[in-house]
């Protein structure tokens, strides 16, 4: 069954970059589309945005002007980058394949923390 | 931007029947919207409980059911049990790939 990992640096200074890699394995990557989602502590889920396995993307447009989503399909993996982060942007940042007709499997997600 | 609503809180007693429903600021909610209904608990990820509005899991207990109810995807749990005390949350298809979450409900089981 596919399994999705997150990888990526915990602490993120603020104005810098966020940067997150989603690897799939036990599937294929091809033929789906690929979303990253996040969890501010305490809050909800929130989408930030999808790629198709051919690198069509789309953003949630509270973020889009911050927002890059990649694909490498050689290796099985999509990314995430995230600019000039503040401390809203601190949360547990999850990958989930989210072809219709459902946003499933996710990966345990990453807690990504903003701070100096 | 489309809102997704859902009640923030609800409560149950041990062995009740509860609905959770998940609604749009503006419109209705129709199967063409594909509601898939998660379940987390406090340090986990989400575990999805139902998608394409009605169909459950693997390895999900059939008292969570999934239905349209009016203009609302629902989420019935019946035979409400203490392990299900937990956040709820749904997310609807808007197209073009687009998914949009709702807020939540917190669930307690009392």
């Known amino acids: 069954q596919v399994q999705l990992q997150e990888s990526g640096p915990g602490l993120v200074k603020p104005s810098e970059t966020l940067s997150l890699t989603c690897t799939v394995s036990?599937?294929?990557?091809?033929?789906?589309?690929w979303s990253w989602i996040r969890q501010p502590p305490g809050k909800g889920l929130e989408w930030i945005g999808y790629?198709?396995?051919?690198?069509?993307?789309n953003y949630n447009p509270s973020l889009k002007s911050r927002v890059t989503i990649s694909v490498d399909t050689s290796k099985s993996q999509f990314s995430l980058k995230l600019s000039s982060v503040t401390a809203a942007d601190t949360a547990l940042y999850y990958c989930?394949?989210?072809?219709?007709?459902?946003?499933?499997?996710w990966g345990q997600g990453t807690l990504v923390t903003v701070s100096s | 931007q489309t809102v997704v609503t859902q009640e923030p809180s609800f409560s149950v007693s041990p062995g009740g029947t509860v609905t959770l429903t998940c609604g749009l600021s503006?419109?209705?909610?129709?199967?063409?919207?594909?509601p898939n209904w998660y379940q987390q608990t406090p340090g986990q990820a989400p575990r999805t409980l139902i998608y394409?509005?009605?169909t459950r899991s693997s390895g999900v207990p059939d008292r969570f059911s999934g239905s349209i109810l009016g203009n609302r995807a629902a989420l019935t749990i019946t035979g409400a049990q203490a392990e299900d005390e937990s956040d709820y949350y749904c997310?609807?298809?808007?197209?073009?790939?687009?998914?949009?979450f709702g807020g939540g409900t917190k669930l307690t089981v009392l």
């Open positions: 997310v609807l298809y808007m197209g073009s790939g687009l998914w949009v």
């Open positions: 503006s419109g209705s909610v129709s199967t063409d919207f594909y």
């Open positions: 790629i198709f396995s051919t690198g069509t993307t």
């Open positions: 989930a394949r989210s072809s219709l007709p459902k946003v499933d499997p």
């Open positions: 394409n509005t009605k």
């Open positions: 036990g599937g294929s990557i091809s033929g789906y589309y």
